[in-house]
């Protein structure tokens, strides 16, 4: 899926949720998939990245 395509969908989905939830309802949705967004990315900043290993040659 291109980035296009994913735009298109994410809209899609989030009109459909503001026509099906109260305010409120929507509201902590957003709230709590922002949340999620954020945790996802401080996962991804913070993982352990395989190092390269070193050989000393002696």
């Given at each position: 899926?291109?980035?296009?395509?994913?735009?298109?969908?994410?809209?899609?989905?989030?009109?459909?949720?503001?026509e099906c939830l109260s305010?409120e309802e929507f509201e902590?949705?957003?709230?709590?998939?922002?949340?999620?967004?954020?945790?996802?990315?401080?996962?991804?900043?913070?993982?352990?990245?395989?190092?390269?290993?070193?050989?000393?040659?002696?």
């Open positions: 899926m291109n980035a296009c395509q994913n735009l298109f969908m994410l809209s899609g989905i989030a009109c459909r949720l503001f305010e902590t949705l957003a709230a709590d998939l922002s949340a999620l967004g954020e945790m996802m990315g401080t996962l991804l900043a913070h993982q352990c990245k395989p190092q390269k290993e070193t050989v000393i040659l002696t």
